[in-house]
């Protein structure tokens, strides 16, 4: 016998979750007091998952997929089509590991030196003020252009940096801005193809470990190097999330000016960076949610799953879940000095296993770049923040800073 899941009434909540935002899925796990419910979402019913055993269950591999789980709309812009998020089964566990070869820690550390390289361009040229997200953006969009082996011309930089900006930024748009983000995608993606189909004629030699050579080079599970096209998507897999750690750069940089009594403790040493750069992605809004379909039919705590229902995972709920944090909505970095590293209670970047399942491929590179930024606006150059407008909201996405963030008197320490 099963029993029911706790259900919202109603014909269609997609007006809701825009309206409540981050908050939407953690409001009715609170109502319900329940880690599961149902609802309705695009016209179609879907199943909302959280907390650590919402989590595992979510990503167990056997009882569901990807494929058909993101909207449209998602893969016109954000993700790209045939890209690593939309596999299952050994053809995702062969193309993850093409992104997990990329990922250890002496590449890591070339890309942090790469970025430690950029901020000090930029820094030392700036006059007057800067705006954060912007400047973070070019400077991630050089060094990771460098890092992944894709040229990238001076006269091209504003534009190229401009579109990975609009692909993470127009996934939920709507209207003449989530247009302007389906154009991004069909520009970068030819930019890169153009550099794949030269790399496989040998007329551009990019390093071994960069993404644009392994990518171009990979074989698939049958033996097939990938069609260009899908080479193409997956270094924008490369290139737009580094480039969307600009967000994570601001709220780094928001988070020393807002919280003077943690930045004390790292000062004074008794808060380490790690622990810093961790409360970051737990405390502030990235991605609300993740998606997957039931794979086949199955039971769960009494509960039953049908093929191809909808589940969504609650993210940022569950980085908030009291039931794993102590007073979750308060900044304390010093939390993570005995946190117990559950694949599933802290899930910023998804859970589970980065190697075989869909966690996401770029934890550690997202970690060094805020280390990075710690150290560069903590350590190596002054700035003063004047006042602005710095609410942010729990309903845009992404969620920033109004005014993204204006520094000013910035200079080198001695
Ligand atoms: C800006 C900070 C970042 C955030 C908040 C973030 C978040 C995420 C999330 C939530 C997922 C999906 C997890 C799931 O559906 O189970 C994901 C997947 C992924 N991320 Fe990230 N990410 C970030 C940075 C990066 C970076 C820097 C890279 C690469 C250098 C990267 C590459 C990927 C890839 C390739 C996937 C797909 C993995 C798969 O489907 O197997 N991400 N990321």
């Known amino acids: 016998m099963t029993r029911p899941i706790p259900k919202e009434q109603g014909l269609d909540h997609s007006v809701d979750f825009l309206r409540e935002g981050y908050h939407f ?50 893969l016109k812009t954000l993700f790209g089509e045939d890209g690593v998020q939309t596999l299952d089964g050994p053809a995702h566990t062969h193309r993850k590991r093409m992104f997990m070869s990329l990922m250890f820690p002496g590449n890591i550390d070339r890309l942090t030196r790469l970025v430690s390289r950029e901020w000090e361009r930029a820094l030392d040229r700036a006059t007057g003020e800067i705006v954060l997200y912007d400047t973070a953006q070019e400077v991630l969009m050089r060094a990771v252009c460098e890092w992944a082996g894709v040229p990238l011309a001076e006269a091209e930089v504003e534009k190229r940096t401009n579109e990975m900006r609009l692909l993470f930024e127009s996934g939920t748009a709507l209207g003449p801005k989530h247009f302007r983000g389906r154009q991004a995608r069909s520009s970068a993606e030819a930019w890169i193809r153009e550099m794949v189909e030269e790399v496989r004629t040998n007329r551009l030699l990019p390093n071994e ?36 750690v600009s967000i994570y750069v601001l709220f780094t940089v928001l988070a020393l000016h807002q919280f003077p009594e943690a930045r004390a403790k790292l000062v004074a040493g008794s808060v380490n960076p790690t622990w810093f750069v961790q409360e970051v992605r737990r405390f502030y809004p990235f991605f609300p949610v993740t998606a997957a379909r039931v794979k086949q039919d199955f039971e769960w705590d009494g509960y039953a799953f049908e093929e191809g229902t909808l589940v969504l995972l609650d993210l940022y709920g569950t980085n908030h879940d009291p039931a794993h944090w102590d007073e979750p909505e308060q900044f304390m970095p010093e939390r993570f000095n005995d946190w117990k590293e559950s694949p599933f209670t802290f899930i910023p970047q998804g859970g589970g296993d980065a190697d075989f399942g869909h966690r996401c491929a770029g934890e550690h590179v997202t970690i060094a770049v805020m280390k990075e930024t710690i150290d560069v606006f903590l350590n190596r150059y002054r700035h003063t923040v004047p006042p602005q407008d710095l609410s942010y909201s729990f309903v845009d996405l992404p969620s920033l800073p109004k005014s993204k963030l204006v520094l000013t008197e910035i200079e080198r320490r001695t």
Do not use: M
Not at 44 to 68: H, K, N, S, T
Not at 212 to 228: K, N, Q
């Open 25 to 74: 899925v953690p409001n009715r796990r609170k109502g319900f007091q329940s880690n599961i419910f149902e609802t309705r979402l695009l016209g179609e019913r879907a199943i909302c998952l959280g907390g650590e055993d919402g989590a595992e269950l979510f990503y167990d591999a056997e009882r569901f997929v990807r494929e058909d789980a993101a909207p449209k709309r998602l």
């Open 209 to 244: 470990k960069t993404a644009l050579y392994e990518f171009s080079w990979h074989r698939d599970e049958t033996g097939e190097l990938l069609p260009a096209d899908v080479v193409a998507v997956e270094v924008i897999n490369i290139l737009r999330p580094t480039v969307a």
